[in-house]
């Protein structure tokens, strides 16, 4: 006959091999690597559900929460530290309130972008300076033509689509998001590498009389 002790020691093994199983499986999971790629246009959604939920939307437009704007939506979202986005032209309200969702959370938000299109019409960038969200943009001929955001300086979101809704709708265009360290680190050297020479001490705005020795 097994003792009462003998019977808490088998109970308590077999606490520690679940706890143990429990463990390995989520670390398996959380190392898998992270490989997936969204396709534009998508059709226009209400994105309520994301941006606000448990909020009751009684709009015309269709309340799914599938598609490529969804998912990017919710990748932005999982943000818990810090968001670096380093983007073309912004001008999609929907991806603005997620970014100012997290920079609210207390994200820590930092934007560059190009400038000659953060004045375009229906640009978000104001909106998130209002907000306190801290963007340095470019300062040369060339254009600052980038389109990619970091996520926790771990996962990176990239390829040919600019933030704005004619992107979203209407042009073909592509995402990648991954987590691949390699990629991660490339582009985190490549954003601050940019950070630092825009920052706005080192700014010249008067280059033609500089130039001529005024």
């Known amino acids: ?4 002790v003998s019977w808490r020691q088998l109970g308590l093994a ?13 670390f398996v999971r959380r190392r898998r690597p992270l490989r997936e790629v969204l396709f534009f246009p ?3 959604i209400c994105t309520e559900a994301l941006l606000s939920p448990g909020t009751c939307c009684s709009c015309p437009l269709p309340h ?10 919710r990748r932005l979202l999982q943000a818990q530290h ?4 380093c983007i073309f032209t912004f001008s999609s309200p929907p991806l603005a309130r997620a970014v100012l969702l ?15 299109y953060m004045a375009a019409s229906g640009s978000q960038i104001g909106a998130l300076r209002k907000a306190g969200v801290v963007v340095r943009h470019s300062q040369s001929s060339g254009f600052m033509h980038h389109k990619f955001a970091v996520v926790d300086r771990s996962i990176v979101i990239t390829g040919s689509m600019n933030w704005t809704m004619q992107a979203i709708q209407t ?16 582009y985190m050297e490549e954003f601050q590498r940019l950070w630092e020479e825009f920052d706005p001490a080192g700014y010249c705005f008067f280059p033609e009389e500089d130039q001529n020795g005024s």
Request: include cysteine; aromatic fraction near 2%.
């Open 1 to 4: 006959m097994v003792s009462a």
């Open 14 to 26: 077999a606490v520690a091999v679940s706890l143990g199983l429990e463990l390995m499986y989520r």
């Open 42 to 44: 998508t059709p226009l």
């Open 64 to 73: 799914r929460t599938d598609g490529a704007l969804s998912q990017l939506l």
């Open 82 to 85: 810090t968001l670096e986005l």
């Open 102 to 116: 997290l920079h609210e959370r207390g994200v820590r938000v930092r934007v560059i972008t190009d400038s000659d």
């Open 171 to 186: 042009n073909r265009e592509n995402l990648l998001i991954t987590d691949d360290g390699v990629c991660v680190q490339a």
